[in-house]
T-cell receptor, first 113, second 113 residues
Framework: KQEVTQIPAALSVPEGENLVLNCSFT??????LQWFRQDPGKGLTSLLL?????REQTSGRLNASLDKSSGRSTLYIAASQPGDSATYLC????????????FGKGTHLIIQP | GAGVSQSPSNKVTEKGKDVELRCDPI?????LYWYRQSLGQGLEFLIY????????KSGLPSDRFSAERTGGSVSTLTIQRTQQEDSAVYLC???????????FGPGTRLTVL
């Protein structure tokens, strides 16, 4: 059974810093990996999707990398802003069957102004 | 364009009552997913629909849960004889095709008293 772990569970940094969020998964046979952000009381917003054949994806100040063989992904946020404060969730589609995403429990990020 | 919509946004019910949650996916999206987010438990996959195909119900937590999707569009998740442990936020997502980027609705917060 696929398990997804995110480290750290919480992170607080001053505005302007670059930061890295980590995600690991136990079964490397994934189809793709998706990063989301969730704001309090809201649904999820998709940030980046990386296919299993890809190494990284970039969107603005966000860069996500994938090392499928070692079961790891990182989300890099450059020049952090207070508006980046949210919970960041990593999720994978496993390779077999018609299942939904398996999610980690998230990293709660606070950017201090 | 319209995103995924869910109704009601909040539902408070008494233990033992039945509830019905509705999801309207993005127009043209063939895949539809239901998830549950419980406090401290993270996001849990429940069921997936691809077009008009019969879903795999093995992810539903008990036989009190059922779901249907009419005409390959709107979906309803029904919980019979609700229990307090059913209290959670129920999230619906849709994607253009299986395992594409998933777009989430705002969720239905269910409270069972």
């Amino acid at each position: 059974k696929q398990e997804v772990t995110q480290i750290p569970a919480a992170l607080s940094v001053p505005e302007g810093e670059n930061l890295v969020l980590n995600c690991s998964f136990t079964d490397s046979a994934i189809y793709n990996l998706q990063w989301f952000r969730q704001d309090p009381g809201k649904g999820l917003t998709s940030l980046l999707l990386i296919q299993s054949s890809q190494r990284e994806q970039t969107s603005g100040r966000l860069n996500a990398s994938l090392d499928k063989s070692s079961g790891r992904s990182t989300l890099y946020i450059a020049a952090s802003q207070p508006g980046d404060s949210a919970t960041y969730l990593c999720a994978v589609h496993s390779g077999g069957g018609a299942d939904g995403l398996t999610f980690g429990k998230g990293t709660h990020l606070i950017i201090q102004p | 364009g319209a995103g995924v919509s869910q109704s009601p946004s909040n539902k408070v019910t008494e233990k033992g009552k039945d509830v019905e949650l509705r999801c309207d996916p993005i127009s043209g999206h063939t895949a539809l997913y239901w998830y549950r987010q419980s406090l401290g438990q993270g996001l849990e996959f429940l069921i997936y629909f691809q077009g008009n195909s019969a879903p795999d119900k093995s992810g539903l937590p008990s036989d009190r849960f059922s779901a249907e999707r009419t005409g390959g569009s709107v979906s309803t998740l029904t919980i019979q004889r609700t229990q307090q442990e059913d209290s959670a936020v129920y999230l619906c997502a849709s994607s253009f095709a299986e395992r594409d980027s998933e777009f989430f609705g705002p969720g239905t917060r269910l409270t069972v008293l």
